[in-house]
């Protein structure tokens, strides 16, 4: 049996199965019976790139080198990095870029970064950037001034079609992540996103 399994599973199981054989119930296979396997990762700031910003920030045809995977299967932290530019004049170096290459530009930061580099950055969910407030992107062969495209990314969950079906929930649902431990809390309105590749992860921003 896995160690992840926690008490509170092991004591179902075991109920279950006894249930089962007073009924004289075929058992079912423990393990489809256990809960998800649910991942959180904190998401720093980064940035998603057209592939003609690319070509502008890195020179043209350049293609985004992948640095390490990450937990969804299609997406990478690649090599390249970027400096963006606030209204204060204020700048973050060296920002990562997230591939693939996305159909927008949007630069993803906490809320101390906002602050920092003079931008009223939104909540939105990746890819709502219309009304957004915009910032300079500067890399090794040039710059770009995006008019929009900065958020603060809202919290969210990646989950497929049978997560979805395991917790009763579908796209655009809200939940509720208990973090347990010494000092337990509980985060209110975590997204529901669905895609059928998707693994289940939580993202949260890192303040």
């Known amino acids: 049996m896995s160690a ?17 054989r007073i009924n004289g119930a075929a058992p079912t296979p423990p393990a489809a019976r256990l809960e998800p396997n649910l991942v959180v990762n904190i998401s720093a700031r980064h940035c998603h790139l057209l592939q ?16 390490r995977k990450l937990y969804q299967d299609t997406d ?6 970027v400096m ?15 591939g693939p290459c996305r159909k927008f530009s949007q630069v993803e930061l906490a809320f101390t970064d906002s602050i920092s580099l003079g931008i ?16 300079t992107l500067v890399g090794p062969n040039g710059s770009i001034t995006l008019t929009h495209g900065v958020i603060r990314a809202e919290r969210h969950v990646h989950m497929s079609d049978k997560d979805a079906s395991y917790y009763g929930v579908k796209a655009g649902d809200r939940m509720r992540l208990r973090i347990e431990g010494s000092c337990p809390t509980t985060l209110e309105g975590v997204l529901v ?5 998707w693994k289940l992860e939580v993202h949260i921003d890192t303040d």
């Open 120 to 135: 009223d950055a939104p909540v939105r969910l990746s890819g709502q950037i219309e009304g957004t407030p915009g910032c």
């Open 76 to 81: 990478f932290a690649a090599e390249e990095t």
């Open 193 to 197: 996103r669905i895609n059928p590749d």
């Open 52 to 67: 003609e910003h690319v070509d502008i920030l890195f020179g043209p045809g350049h293609q985004l080198t992948p640095m």
């Open 4 to 20: 992840n399994v926690s008490r509170d599973q092991v004591e179902q199981i075991v109920r279950s199965l006894l249930q089962q």
């Open 84 to 98: 963006v530019v606030g209204p204060r004049k204020r700048m973050l170096p060296d920002v990562r870029i997230l």
